[in-house]
C-alpha cells in the first residue's frame, strides 16, 4: 500500500491552499486528489470578478484567482491527481481512490485534510410540488453549462433563492440575451451578499422578490411556468397572491450543503446545523489526523476566507505530522457555545494549552441585526466586545481571541447584543 | 407509412407489457412491443412502491392473489435470471389498538388461503426489537417475511432488454390509434405506420380501457389513483429494515415507509383518484399528507433527507380486479395496479400460455434466459471491482460522485440494446443523477457523453422524451 505524510482531498481552493501551506511547513509527501479533470474546484466555472480583494487586494476572476494557487502547487512540486475520486477513508485514514489512469487503490495517509467543497440544495430536498418537466437546474449546474460547456440552457427564466450563485447567474444569464423574469426569495431577507444585489439585480433591473416562493410548477415533458406567491412569517404561502410566470428554465439557488459523505465514513462527528464536522481551533475534527477546511467545513460567503482558513489547516497538519501525532503540551479545551442570534461557530471548542496564536471564531447569525454588538463571554464575564453596524445571516462574522483571555475558562459563549449601538 | 407483420403485437412497454414479452419471445413467434413514449419503464412502472408484495392483501380466489402469490414465489429465479437486486426484507403491517386485533387476524387468515408463507402476528414489543423506530404506541404487528423489495426501473428494463436479446422488436414514439379485425386476426394503426398481428396484447396501463374500446365493446374502465411519494436520502435508508404498512382500505395499503433495494428510504403513497391520466404533479397537500400519515407506523422519519417528491397513478379498474383474459385473440392485461409490479413474472407466464393455447409455437433451441446487466462497480468488492477497471478504464471515471456511477456504466446504459437516449433514461438505468445532489453535478458530464454517443448537440439532449 502507498504512504504519504498528508493526503488532501480536494483540489479546489480550500485543498490547494492546505497543501501549499504544509508544504511550506516542511511536508514533502503530499498528495491532492481532485476528482474533477483540473485543479481550481467550483472556481473554473465562476467566470466573474470579485475575488482576491482580502488576499491578493485585487479584483479577479474565478479562474485567475485558483491559477495564483495553482501555480504554487505546480512550482512547489505538490503532487496532484485529477480525474481521481476519494471513495472511502476510514478512521485510521486509509483512503480509497479510484481514477481511470491509476484504477482502484487504497494508500494510507499520517494525516488528512478535508477540502471536499460543498453541494446545491436540489428541488427535491426543498419540496417544490409540481410537475417535473425537462428545464429546472440549480444554479450552479446552469453556471456549468453556461460558462464552461458553451450553451445557455432556456430564453425566459425565473429564479427561487437568492444565493450567490443565483444573483451572479441572474446577471450572467442577462448577459447571454435571457430574459430573467424576477429572483424571489423565501426569507424577508436575500441569501446573497449585498454588492451582488446591487451588482446583478438593480443594475439589470431584475425584480427581487422577498418573501416569496415557487409554489407550482407546470409543464410535462418541458418547463412552461412556474407561480409564485407570498409567503407569511411562518414561510406558508398566502392565499391570493399567487401569480404565474411562463418560463423555459427554473434555476435554484436556495443553499449549499458541505459534503460530508466521506467524512461520516471516516467516523468523524458532523455538526447538524453546518452539515460539517465539528474542529477544534486546529480546524482538526474529533478523529486525530483528520482536518477540515472550506465549504465541506461550513459554507463561506468569500473565497479569501477559505484560503485563509485552509492555510491554517495545512499548517495545522503539517505540525500533527511533525509530532507524529502527539501533541505537545497537555490539552485544556474550552467550549464555544452559540448564544443569542449566533447559529453556530468554527472552531466549536479551543484548546487553550495548544493555543499559542490568535483564535479566529468564525460565525453566521441568524437574522438581520442592525447597530448591534458582538459579545464574548464566560459565564457573567465579558471578554470581548465588538460592535458591527449591520450583520445578516449571508455574510459570516468572525472574532480574534487572545489565547491569553482563555485561562481560567473552560466555557465561553457568543452572542449577539441587539441594538445596543 | 410502413406495414409489419407479427404473431403478436403488445401494447405498451411497461413492467407487464415487457414482461410478457420476455416470455413471448421463449417461442417461435414474431413479437412486437408498441411504446408511445421514447423508452421503457414511463408509465406507473417508474412511479410506485417498488415492493414485492407477500400477498395477504387481495381477497382470495381473485386474480389479484394469485398472481402476486405466484408472481413473488418466482422473483428469486427472476431476479437471477435477469441479474437485478431483489431482496427480501419481509413487511409488517401494524395494528395500534386491541380492538384492531380482528382486522389484522384477517388479513393473517387471507394471506394463508392465498398461500402465503411464513406469516405471523407479533405483539408490537416484539416487531419494535426488530425495528427499533416502529412508532412506540403499535400494538401488534402482521409479519411477512416473503415481502421485497425490487427496483421497478431495472425489473422492466431487464425483461425488455432480454426480450430484446431473443428477437423482440421494440417500436417507440409508437402510439396505437386504432385496431381493426382482418381476417388474420388484427389491424393495429400507430403514430408510427400500420402493423397486423394475429394477437394483440393490451399492457397498455392507465390507458388499457381506452385500447380496449378500439376493437371491441367498451366491458370496463381505468381511472388513474394518484400517489404522492418522498424518497430519502441514503443516510436514512436504514431507519427501517423491512417495510412498515399501514392497515390497508378500500383506496389501497395505504403510506408504506420502506428501504429500498439501492439503501434509500422510501415513504408513500397517498391514493386520490383522478381525472388527468398524465397528471403525474406532486402537491403540497399531498405531500403533507405523506409526512402527517407515515408518523402512525414509524417514528422521527428524518424529512430534512428528503431528496426528491414523484408521484405515479395506479390504473384502477371498475372491477376491483385485475383484467386478463383472451377475447378472440385480443388478450387483456388490464386494471394492473397495485401489486401488479409483484405479479409481472407471474402475469406474463399465464399471457404467453394464452398465446400459446392458439398459436401453438415452437420453443426456441436458442432462447437466452440469462441476461448480464451493467456491472455496478460501487457495489462490487474492491478486488473485482479494480479487475474490471483495469480491464476497462473507462470504469474508473466517476462521473456521478453520489451514487460513485462511472462513465463507463453510463456509456454502457446508452450503447446496451435498447439503450438510453436521454439524461432520465441513463439515471434509470444505471442511477446516474439519482443521489443526493439530484444530477446537479453529474448531468453536463451525462448530457456530453449522451451528445457524443448519440451524435448530436448537447442542447438537443433531452430530460425525458
Not at chain 1, 331 to 359: F, H, L, M, Q
Request: proline letters at 4%.
Amino acid at each position: 500500500m502507498d504512504k504519504h505524510s498528508l493526503v488532501v482531498i480536494g483540489g479546489g481552493p480550500a485543498g490547494m491552499a492546505a497543501a501549499i501551506a504544509a508544504k511550506k511547513d516542511g511536508i514533502d509527501d503530499i498528495v491532492i486528489y481532485e476528482r474533477d479533470a483540473q485543479l481550481g474546484g467550483i472556481l473554473n466555472q465562476c467566470i466573474h470578478n470579485g475575488f482576491g480583494l482580502h488576499t491578493f487586494k485585487e479584483e479577479l476572476t474565478g479562474p485567475e484567482y485558483a491559477e495564483r494557487f495553482s501555480k504554487q502547487v505546480i512550482s512547489l512540486g505538490i503532487k496532484y491527481e485529477t480525474g481521481s475520486m476519494v471513495l472511502s477513508i476510514s478512521r485510521d485514514k486509509e483512503i480509497t481512490v479510484v481514477s481511470r489512469e491509476n484504477g482502484l487503490r487504497t494508500v494510507q495517509a499520517d494525516a488528512v485534510v478535508l477540502a471536499m467543497g460543498c453541494r446545491e440544495r436540489p428541488r427535491g430536498a426543498l419540496n417544490i410540488p409540481g410537475t417535473r418537466p425537462q428545464g429546472i437546474y440549480t444554479a450552479g449546474t446552469a453556471q456549468k453549462l453556461v460558462n464552461c460547456e458553451g450553451w445557455v440552457p432556456g430564453r425566459e427564466i425565473v429564479i427561487l433563492g437568492s444565493g450567490d450563485i443565483g444573483l451572479i447567474m441572474a446577471r450572467r444569464m442577462t448577459l447571454e440575451g435571457v430574459r430573467v423574469k424576477l429572483v424571489a426569495e423565501l426569507m424577508p431577507y436575500s441569501g446573497g451578499l449585498k454588492r451582488n444585489i446591487v451588482q446583478c439585480l438593480d443594475d439589470y433591473g431584475i425584480p427581487l422578490r422577498l418573501s416569496h416562493t415557487v409554489i407550482d410548477v407546470k409543464g410535462k415533458r418541458k418547463l412552461e411556468g412556474v407561480t409564485i406567491a407570498e409567503v407569511d412569517s411562518g414561510g406558508k404561502p398566502i392565499q391570493g397572491t399567487e401569480e404565474y410566470y411562463p418560463c423555459d428554465t427554473l434555476l435554484l439557488s436556495c443553499g449549499l450543503i458541505p459534503e460530508n459523505e466521506l467524512t461520516l465514513g471516516a467516523g468523524v462527528t458532523i455538526n447538524s446545523v453546518t452539515n460539517g464536522p465539528f474542529v477544534d481551533d486546529t480546524l482538526q475534527t474529533d478523529v486525530p489526523g483528520i482536518f477540515a477546511c472550506g465549504n465541506v467545513l461550513h459554507v463561506h460567503d468569500l473565497v479569501d476566507f477559505v484560503s485563509e482558513e485552509s492555510g491554517r489547516a495545512g499548517h495545522n497538519a503539517a505540525d500533527y505530522i511533525k509530532n507524529n501525532g502527539c501533541k505537545a503540551n497537555s490539552a485544556k479545551i474550552v467550549t464555544v457555545c452559540v448564544g443569542n442570534g449566533v447559529r453556530y461557530t468554527v472552531p466549536s471548542t479551543i484548546d487553550v494549552g495548544n493555543a499559542s496564536e490568535n483564535i479566529h471564531l468564525r460565525f453566521r447569525v441568524r437574522g438581520v441585526y442592525k447597530g448591534s454588538a458582538i459579545v464574548v463571554r464566560s459565564g457573567e464575564h465579558e471578554l470581548l466586545r465588538k460592535k458591527k453596524k449591520i450583520m445578516v445571516p449571508s455574510e459570516m462574522e468572525d472574532v480574534i481571541i487572545k489565547p491569553g483571555l482563555l485561562e481560567d475558562v473552560s466555557e465561553i459563549s457568543v452572542a449577539i447584543e441587539e441594538g445596543t449601538v | 407509412m410502413k406495414k409489419r407483420t407479427y404473431d403478436a403485437v403488445v401494447i405498451g412497454a411497461g413492467v407487464i407489457g415487457c414482461a410478457a414479452a420476455r416470455e413471448l419471445s421463449r417461442y417461435e413467434l414474431n413479437v412486437a412491443v408498441l411504446e408511445k413514449e421514447s423508452d421503457v419503464c414511463e408509465g406507473t412502472s417508474k412511479a410506485n412502491s417498488a415492493i414485492i408484495h407477500a400477498g395477504f392483501d387481495a381477497m382470495p380466489g381473485t386474480m389479484k392473489a394469485r398472481f402476486n402469490v405466484e408472481g413473488n414465489r418466482l422473483m428469486d429465479s427472476v431476479s437471477k435470471e435477469l441479474d437485478i437486486p431483489f431482496r427480501r426484507n419481509g413487511a409488517m403491517v401494524v395494528c395500534m389498538q386491541e380492538s384492531d386485533m380482528p382486522q389484522l387476524q384477517k388479513l393473517y387468515d387471507r394471506g394463508i388461503a392465498n398461500g402465503v408463507e411464513g406469516l405471523s402476528i407479533l405483539s408490537g414489543d416484539k416487531a419494535r426489537e426488530m425495528e427499533p423506530s416502529l412508532a412506540k404506541d403499535v400494538y401488534a404487528v402482521l409479519y411477512a417475511p416473503s415481502s421485497g423489495i425490487v427496483c421497478p426501473f431495472e425489473m422492466t428494463i431487464a425483461y425488455a432488454e432480454n426480450a430484446c436479446e431473443n428477437g423482440v422488436d421494440f417500436s417507440f414514439l409508437t402510439e396505437v390509434t386504432s385496431i381493426s379485425h382482418c381476417d388474420d386476426g388484427f389491424v393495429i394503426n400507430t403514430t408510427n405506420g400500420e402493423y397486423c398481428a394475429k394477437i394483440v396484447v393490451n399492457c397498455a396501463g392507465v390507458y388499457a380501457d381506452k385500447v380496449h374500446a378500439m376493437q371491441g365493446t367498451p366491458d370496463f374502465s381505468i381511472r388513474a389513483r394518484k400517489g404522492e411519494y418522498m424518497l430519502l436520502d441514503k443516510s436514512a435508508g436504514s431507519l427501517v429494515s423491512s417495510t412498515i404498512f399501514q392497515a390497508p382500505t378500500k383506496m389501497g395499503k395505504g403510506v408504506l415507509v420502506s428501504p429500498t433495494v439501492h439503501g434509500n428510504l422510501i415513504v408513500g403513497p397517498t391514493a386520490e383518484d383522478i381525472d388527468d391520466k398524465e397528471d403525474v404533479s406532486t402537491t403540497q397537500g399531498g405531500l403533507s399528507t405523506v409526512r402527517t400519515v407515515s408518523a402512525n407506523s414509524v417514528s422521527d422519519i428524518p424529512y430534512g433527507k428528503v431528496i426528491t417528491s414523484f408521484s405515479g397513478l395506479r390504473a384502477t379498474a371498475d372491477t376491483g380486479d385485475f383484467i386478463i383474459g383472451d377475447h378472440s385473440g385480443f388478450i387483456d392485461a388490464a386494471g394492473i395496479e397495485s401489486p401488479g409490479l409483484s405479479s409481472a413474472p407471474a402475469i406474463a407466464l399465464y399471457i404467453a400460455q394464452l398465446v400459446c393455447s392458439r398459436l401453438s409455437p415452437r420453443k426456441k433451441d436458442n432462447f437466452k434466459a440469462q441476461r448480464r446487466g451493467i456491472p455496478k462497480l460501487a457495489q462490487l468488492d474492491k478486488e473485482e471491482r479494480a479487475k474490471l477497471i483495469e480491464e476497462r478504464p473507462d470504469y474508473g471515471q466517476i462521473v456521478c460522485r453520489c451514487e460513485q456511477i462511472s462513465e463507463g456504466e453510463i456509456i454502457d446504459s446508452i450503447r446496451r440494446p435498447l439503450g438510453a437516449t436521454t439524461l432520465d433514461g441513463v439515471k434509470r438505468r444505471v442511477r446516474a443523477g439519482m443521489g443526493r445532489c439530484q444530477a446537479g453535478f453529474c448531468s453536463p458530464r451525462v448530457i456530453e457523453l449522451l451528445a457524443r454517443e448519440l451524435n448530436i448537440q448537447p442542447w438537443e439532449v433531452k430530460k425525458n422524451g
